[in-house]
């Protein structure tokens, strides 16, 4: 097939911070992906030049991409560290950007001057107060832009969860115009379509299953004298905006403590962290058990990690994420607030999952680690079939809309 138009220059927006690897995930598997059809990438931050979290990525993706992508600065200063006068002003001069009153010709002119807009995957399909309007305004901003200025976007894999009328008032008519809508599991898929059936909607798995893997090692050392179980806690609402009630994380931690407790026996467990909000909960948990914890933000690290043990025991989304595309078998453990990812993510391999809300037991988790570790070549052998198989689905879709052949140019990182 002979392609007229191909697609040369992408604006991606936006890039994640570097300091939680599973939202980085996502974008490292977004450029990866693009790189691997010659696209050039114009990634653009979630953060302005004044936060530490947009240099810190931009130092990590520097070393892994060199001169292949450019990056570029938010066009809105939101820092939930920041005091509340700074806060109202970064927030005061972000709705004037939006409405146009404040321009900011500088984005405008290099978000534009691109074949076409992606805007990068995640869970950033909801609003259900007036801080997830705001922040969904801003999200929505550059793709606003784009497609009055007759831009053609893309919308990378994602998730739903809650959305008010204000919420899909906001969302849907950006939608409509969109060359295509990709989510990241069917739950989403299905909740959305249900609403707004617009024939544009493509069902897929997260992006970071398809991060180039072929640097991918760990310098992090884990014993292999007997079997090895890695385990991930999150205690954070949805967003991590607030820590859970104190009894809700009592009750996870003991009934999970007895299961390592009594796992400790047979197998090495590993407590992993991977993003900062996790890491004081996490070392106190390991500390009580006798357990070793490793920390990092570097996800080929954490690739290698999630490889070498036997199962993964998760809490948090990306953590699974990361071990399924390498063909750990994992049990999640979930809040039903968290949405609808969670429960998707999991049917979609085949995977167990347990909300906190039905209140399972040590026991039940062990009955669920135990028959996994049994049959763990077996999930092995299907989860990978399952990525190799949505890789080619995507990417596939991806040729017909940049109009380039799957297969084609492709940078190796």
Known sequence: MIYMNPVKTVSLVYGYSARNAGDFAITLGAIDVL????????????????????HQALETLNQRYGNHIEVFESPFTLDRTDSMIKTLKNYTE?????????????????????????????????CNSIIDFTRLLALMYPLQVAQKNGKKVIIF??????????????????????????????????????????????????????????????ILSINCDKPNIAITLRFHTVGDITHLPDSEI???LDELGKVVDKLGVTHNVIVVVQTEKDYETSQAFAIKHG???????????????????????????HSIILALSVGTPCLGLFYKQ??????????CFNMPYKFWEDRPTAEDIEQNVQTL??????????????????EHMLKSKISEIVQIPYGGVKFHT
């Not at 899909?168 to 609403?195: C, D, G, T, W």
């Not at 968290?338 to 049917?347: A, D, E, I, R, Y």
Request: aromatic content about 10%; some cysteine; glycine content about 6%.
């Open 338 to 347: 968290w949405g609808l990812k969670n429960p998707g993510m999991m049917s």
């Open 94 to 126: 972000g709705l004037f950007t939006i409405m146009g009153i404040i321009r900011k010709r500088g984005f405008r002119r290099q978000l534009l001057d691109s074949d076409m807009i992606i805007f990068n995957g995640g869970n950033l399909f909801r």
């Open 35 to 54: 790189l691997s059809f010659g696209i050039k990438v114009k990634l653009f931050s979630r953060y302005s030049r004044s936060n530490l979290d947009y």
């Open 250 to 252: 009592a009750y996870c």
């Open 157 to 218: 894999p994602q998730s739903a969860s809650t959305l008010n009328k204000i919420g899909k008032l906001l969302l849907f008519p950006i939608l409509r115009k969109a060359q295509v809508v990709m989510f990241r599991e069917k739950l989403s898929y299905k909740n959305l379509e249900h609403f707004m059936p617009a024939g544009n909607f493509f069902q897929t798995i997260d992006l970071a299953f398809f991060i180039n893997k072929q640097k991918a090692k760990s």
């Open 373 to 390: 570790i049994q049959n763990k070549q077996i999930h092995t052998n299907t989860i990978l079939e399952i990525v190799k198989k949505e």
């Open 291 to 317: 357990v070793k914890l490793i920390k990092s933000h570097n996800v080929l690290e954490l690739i290698e990690v999630y490889r070498n043990v036997d199962l993964l025991l998760g809490m948090r989304l």
